[in-house]
């Protein structure tokens, strides 16, 4: 099942090409806002699932065209996201140490809306093309043989960056929770839609031009090993993200007017906008090119615009 938000938070099912309401069906779930109805029903899908089933067969659906889809999850307790959880193409001779950082529930924004670049001395902006997990239960203390249990779907998930920031210990929060820096969507997949996780490949274009192409299968810290050692320093709750990280060697900067589209196999595409009112440029070559280069710096310096070195 694949289950999305669209216009003023409609909750919807995704049906083919179109979306049907059924936010009649979940009506009685108690809420406050989206951000705990979509919490709510997936702490009690097991109840549910039949009827949204049964409403999404019967409605004709509204065209995907002529529906604006919402971030899918508006507001999680908790985003987590593992650092340096990919084997870069068999380039790191082995895993780095588990390791992870919160990201602000006010950085996401949903397909369609714009990541806006700060006015921060930052070296650069990227964006890390991502598979998320979405938490069906409270979890605490969880093992990785039982920790697919706690699994409730997948999800495109953006991570932004805006690398460089001073001082350098106190790198994680300057540079990931800045609000926008967490485009998610379109929708939720739920887990029995994707039959291995593990062999997904993730693709992110910027401008049309395929700029990350990867598999999950590099992933050196899998799903269940993640959600043990993330459970073991606080709880998950249900509707919360779990970002599994990405391979660094397609990397490049995002700028003013980028269109940027990610797709993880079997998640549907997120599109989403960039937006810098100081029009900062970098060269738009990745992490990679630089190192086929013998470029010593992995990240491209910035060209023109505020923060721009002097000419030397």
Known sequence: MKILFFDDFKLGILKGDAVVDVSQVVRDIPHTGPHNLISGLIERFGDYRKRLEDAAAKGSGVPLAQVRIRPPLPKPVNIDCMAVNYMEDGTR????????????PSSI???GDTMVLPDIPATIFEGEAEMAVIISKRASHVKAANAMDYVFGYMNFIDGSARGVLPP???FYQM?????????GPWIVTKDEIADPDKL???LWVNGTLMQNFNTSDMAHKIPRCIEWITSIH?????DILATGTNHRGLNPFMDGDKVELEVEGLGRLRFDVRDDLKRTWARETRLQRQEKKME???TPQLTGKYAPAPK
Do not use: C, M, Y
């Not at 990931?176 to 998610?184: G, H, N, V």
């Not at 709880?235 to 509707?239: D, F, I, Q, R, V």
């Open 93 to 104: 001779k082995e895993p780095a140490p588990i390791n992870a950082f919160h990201k602000s």
């Open 109 to 111: 924004i949903g397909p």
């Open 169 to 171: 210990g106190n790198v």
């Open 176 to 184: 990931k929770s800045r609000d926008t820096f967490a485009p998610i």
């Open 201 to 203: 490949q993730i693709r």
């Open 235 to 239: 709880a998950l709750e249900a509707g």
């Open 297 to 299: 710096v992995p990240t």
